[in-house]
């Protein structure tokens, strides 16, 4: 069974960094791509960054520059590095991966990671 944890959340003060990892309990290579998402209060589940098994990565333009996603294959972790982080960026972290390129594949969640940035 597939599992996703996601750690490395807490509380910053803007201008501040933190790094999240994603821990898959199978290969990351099985995967076709993954993803991070964000739940702040209210909203809906907004795409941060996302990384293609070709290495090909997607960014939403209010992070773009600041935040990175990366993998190691061999440790099955992907990891989000957070920069310059902003109140507005005080949201709920989930780590996402797709089993597949067809459009029933499989989706897998972690339970997320509070990210708190305070001004």
């Known amino acids: 069974q597939v599992q996703l944890v996601e750690s490395g959340g807490g509380l910053v003060q803007a201008g501040g960094s933190l790094r999240l990892s994603c821990a898959a309990s199978?290969?990351?290579?099985?995967?076709?791509?993954m993803a991070w998402y964000r739940q702040a209060p209210g909203k809906q589940r907004e795409l941060v960054a996302g990384?293609?098994?070709?290495?090909?990565?997607n960014y939403a333009d209010s992070v773009k520059g600041r935040f990175t996603i990366s993998r190691d294959n061999a440790k099955n972790m992907v990891y989000l590095q957070m920069n310059s982080l902003k109140p507005e960026d005080t949201a709920v972290y989930y780590c996402k991966a797709r089993g597949g390129y067809a459009v029933e594949s499989p989706l897998y969640w972690g339970q997320g990671t509070q990210v708190t940035v305070s001004s």
């Open positions: 990384l293609s098994s070709g290495g090909r990565t």
């Open positions: 199978v290969s990351i290579l099985s995967f076709t791509d």
